[in-house]
């Protein structure tokens, strides 16, 4: 089992960057491939990007894909991602994912563990 710990939200202007944090615990972070998903007010959770277990690979929605960077350090047990560009369109609660399957999942269902989330808010 692992558990997710979310850092990094906050308010920013349109335009600005953010870097959001997830630290796991256990010493088997490294096993999982990882994801970030947002929800908005309203609307349903989506999909943000994805890593694997190596970091070798990325995977990105259509709608932050040249904005936002995801990576990770397995011997520092973190995710990251990187948002630039911010739109206020992007303002929701961020949530990090951990997979422990067999492929990259971009769908919430394919996840096993998720953080508590955290707000960020993108003011025009």
């Known amino acids: 089992q692992v558990q997710l710990v979310e850092s990094g939200g906050g308010l920013v202007q349109a335009g600005g960057s953010l870097r959001l944090s997830c630290a796991a615990s256990?010493?088997?972070?490294?096993?999982?491939?990882m994801g970030w998903f947002r929800q908005a007010p309203g609307k349903e959770r989506e999909f943000v990007a994805a890593?694997?277990?190596?970091?070798?690979?990325?995977y990105y929605a259509d709608s932050v894909k040249g904005r936002f960077t995801i990576s990770r350090d397995n011997a520092k047990n973190t995710v990251y991602l990187q948002m630039s560009s911010l739109k206020p369109e992007d303002t929701a609660v961020y949530y990090c994912?951990?997979?422990?399957?067999?492929?990259?999942?971009?769908?919430?269902?394919?996840?096993?563990?998720w953080g508590q989330g955290t707000q960020v808010t993108v003011s025009s």
């Open positions: 994912a951990a997979q422990n399957g067999l492929r990259v999942g971009v769908h919430e269902d394919a996840y096993d563990y």
């Open positions: 890593i694997s277990r190596s970091g070798g690979s990325t």
């Open positions: 256990g010493r088997t972070f490294r096993s999982y491939h």
